[in-house]
């Protein structure tokens, strides 16, 4: 009995490994962005990102500048999109750029007047008035909207793609009762964007974190990833550190990504999240836990396995084989 104990034992740890093994092989992160230069379409547009608080009722200006980098004079024109979270979550805007659309929420302009054409000499910078006018009763939260410039013999502003034009992004939240509910999608170690269980190297591992906005505003999520082996502190890193924070748009969500530094060739890791957001400091936590194994281990473990397995089933009918030869020597 006790040797049955000492070989099925190992036996099931084994076949427990593999199949986490086989679960984490076969198993597979928004800040509005937009470049400031337009080196084909002879421009420069600052700043590329303006974040304002309003109330209902109130109006504002928004000052754009736009260089013009050419030798020659040039008109450019002054193109008003709304955006919305793109769905790659990597906290690129996905402008909207048929003029005709609006966003389905959330939308700046409507609220944004209309803005002329701008004549430039080369060299030439010019003090662009956005003016934001808000409703009464508009409703307290989230709006957002980009100011986009082309060249204004691109034609009607629906042919002008977004490659054509420089974007400078405004994001306005109005006060009042805003809701403000942001949870975590997941939390996870990832390799070539991937989540995985079991790495084979400890090299390009990242820890993910992916927030979800389910609240009506915008917002600047920001803490800290902990790496740890038991109970040693192995690394921390800063998430969304960036100044200004990168947003994460209501209804959306966004991932960020750090990379993790002082794993080993081998062991067991223990990811801990600490995260904040909101007005009032709400705060979040997530825990994940990873292994690295290497290949000449796992290789290691599925050979000796395949060896149990060959035993457990082969000894048993040797052990039969040789009794009925015994039986057969014993009755002639």
């Not at 309003?54 to 999109?81: C, E, H, M, R, W």
């Not at 008035?129 to 980009?146: F, S, W």
């Not at 009042?176 to 989540?195: C, L, M, N, P």
């Amino acid at each position: 009995m006790i040797r049955r104990l000492s070989v099925f034992k190992p036996i099931g740890v084994l076949v427990a490994a593999i199949a986490l093994l086989s679960t984490s092989l076969i198993s597979p992160a928004f800040a509005a962005t937009s470049s400031s230069t337009g080196a084909g379409n002879g421009m420069k547009v600052s700043p590329v990102h303006t974040e304002l608080s309003l109330k209902p009722g109130q109006s504002t200006t928004v000052d754009v500048y736009i260089t013009n980098v050419t030798s020659q004079a040039a008109t450019f024109q002054a193109i008003i999109n709304d955006f919305v979270a793109s769905g790659d979550e990597t906290g690129n805007p996905a402008i909207i750029l048929n003029p005709d659309q609006s966003a389905p929420s959330h939308g700046l302009k409507k609220y944004i007047k209309p803005i002329s054409n701008v004549t430039l000499q080369p060299g030439e910078q010019a003090d662009v008035k956005a003016i934001i006018t808000l409703p009464a009763d508009v409703a307290p939260g989230g709006y957002y909207g980009a100011i986009r410039f082309a060249p204004a013999s691109g034609g009607a502003a629906t042919n002008i793609s977004l490659s054509a034009s420089v974007a400078s992004l405004i994001l306005v939240r109005v006060a009042g009762e805003v809701k403000e509910q942001v949870s975590i999608a997941s939390f996870d170690a990832r390799s070539d964007d991937k989540s995985r269980s079991i790495f084979t190297s400890n090299k390009n591992i990242d820890g993910t974190i992916r927030f979800q906005n389910n609240g009506n505003v915008q917002e600047q999520p920001f803490g800290k990833i902990i790496l740890k082996k038991g109970s040693k502190i192995i690394s921390s890193s800063e998430v969304n550190n960036t100044d200004p924070r990168g947003n994460v748009l209501p209804d959306s969500i966004r991932k960020f990504s750090v990379p993790l530094s002082g794993i080993g060739s081998f062991g067991k890791y223990r990811l801990e999240g600490n995260f904040g957001y909101g007005s009032d400091g709400q705060l979040l936590t997530a825990t994940a836990t990873f292994y690295v194994i290497p290949i000449p281990v796992i290789v290691t473990v599925l050979v000796s396995v395949a060896l149990i397995i060959a035993l457990v089933f082969e000894v048993p009918r040797m052990i039969k084989r040789y009794n009925r030869r015994i039986l057969r020597q014993a009755g002639r």
